[in-house]
């Protein structure tokens, strides 16, 4: 069966960390850009969040997240990681990974079209003050 499946999740003090996971089941990422994009509560918008090219590691980062935010993948796992690091309020949302057969910067114009080849349920990830 084909599909990404998110996990780590969970409720975090402002400043904590948490570590999100998407495997893939099914087929393989090395051809994909693979990332996470969130939804904040009560708010249809997709906001990119991170996204990396499996084969070569190239990698690009919303502003808000640069320097906190580590994505990274794992080849024998068939993974992909988002370290979160000093995490914000603002950073509150469910959070899905999505891969597309493309550049990072295709993937990234994805988000908003959700023109993505597959993509899991998400994530909740809560933060509090």
């Known amino acids: 069966q084909v599909q990404l499946v998110e996990s780590g999740g969970g409720s975090a003090q402002s400043g904590g960390s948490l570590r999100l996971s998407c495997a893939a089941s099914g087929f393989t990422l090395g051809q994909y850009v693979i990332g996470w994009y969130r939804q904040a509560p009560g708010k249809e918008e997709r906001e990119g969040v991170a996204?990396?090219?499996?084969?070569?590691?190239?990698?690009l980062y919303d502003d808000s997240v640069k320097g906190r935010f580590t994505i990274s993948v794992d080849n024998s796992e068939n993974a992909v990681y988002l370290q979160m690091n000093n995490l914000k309020p603002g950073d509150t949302g469910q959070y899905y990974c999505a891969t597309k057969d493309s550049s990072v910067e295709s993937w990234w114009d994805a988000v908003q079209t959700h023109f993505f080849d597959h993509w899991g349920l998400g994530t909740q990830v809560t933060v509090s003050s």
């Open positions: 996204c990396v090219k499996y084969s070569d590691g190239t990698a």
